[in-house]
């Protein structure tokens, strides 16, 4: 007999009941299943009415994070056999209001990620036309944002961070780490423009270091290390302000 | 049909070891910040000259001031460990397009602060 595996999954359908329950579905294991695989399989052969997202299945479009055994990833890049023979519990990333079944609001996120201005923004009157070219960068000044670069705006950094789950106006692990991504960019002169919103408690201050959002980034974007960066570089800010009031504020 | 939010429990951080280490680390700083004070007592007895400064330090030779020194010491040692190692994130150096290595980093501060406790422990105990 083929051996089989069971997986809980976190079920709310508004329509159908007020509070959310789980579900549990048995399904093959199978050597070179990731879980991903495992839910198309109960949706295809077992229960259509699962609602979760999807894509590209290779850990590129950021869409199929979920909490896994409670801990946050993304479920094309975990395997079956990580778990067996034990079981697996599948349920929304934590922090967000669920939609239904694992599908969770994510306009919270991307309000901020706006809010951020996650673009190069030049100074008026320094912008390049576009018959002069490209901006050039040397392969030094891109080292210096191309890891804060690579997020893919999974959204496991804010499940893993229990900053953001108590206190929702914390603009987060992944927008923080973008802002960061172009304010190190030698072609961005935009930093001021950002820093209100950065440099506000419910930016930077509001971030303890827990850590956990490092860890459970599936492209190693570490926003831990790039939120500290930028309370050092808004502490230097503050110390310019007060010490030469006569100087160069940012 | 409205959202549902899930609750998030107090005891979040006793949920995974990460988190309650977090939390040991952030209550290591009470420790830190009462030795700090304890040291300033301790000035503070000494400005109001040899007798108050001499019956505190006698005071410290009590069974119980050693094991609150201990624990002190534990949780102070865990404090700066945690943070030392936390350095690198923070201070994010290039050398042209090649970052430092984090260990490196994190190795000029333990080696920093072994240099420092040394010309401590050499002016209290060897002048």
Redesign the interface.
Known sequence: MAETMEIKIFR?R??VEK??MFQSYEVPFREDWVVLDAINYIKDEIDGTLSYRWSCRMGVCGSCGMMIN??PKLSCAVFLKEYYPKKICL??L??F???RDLI??MDDFLTKLEEIKPYIIRHEGEEKALEEGVYLQ???E???YKQYSMCINCMLCYAAC?IY??DSTFIGPAAIALSQRYNLDSRDQGRDSRQDIIGSHAGIWDC?????C??VCPKDV?P??AI??A??SSTIDWFKEVLIPWGKKK | ??????P?PNN??L??M??FL?IIR?LTSVFVAGYCLFLLVLIYKLGQGPEAYGSLIKSLTSSTSIVLHVIALVFVLYHAITWFN?TP??L?I?K????IPQWLVAGSVYVGWIVVSAVIAWLVVGT
């Open positions: 709310y508004p329509e509070e959310p409670d801990i349920e929304p934590t922090g209001p669920v939609e969770f609001e040397t392969p030094a891109l080292a210096h229990p789950s108590i303890t270091f827990v850590g956990e490092s860890t570490d831990a290390a500290q960066r309370k050092v | 049909m409205s959202p549902y939010q899930k998030f979040w951080w949920k995974r990460p988190y977090f952030e936390l994130k923070i994010v290039y042209g397009q090649d970052r």
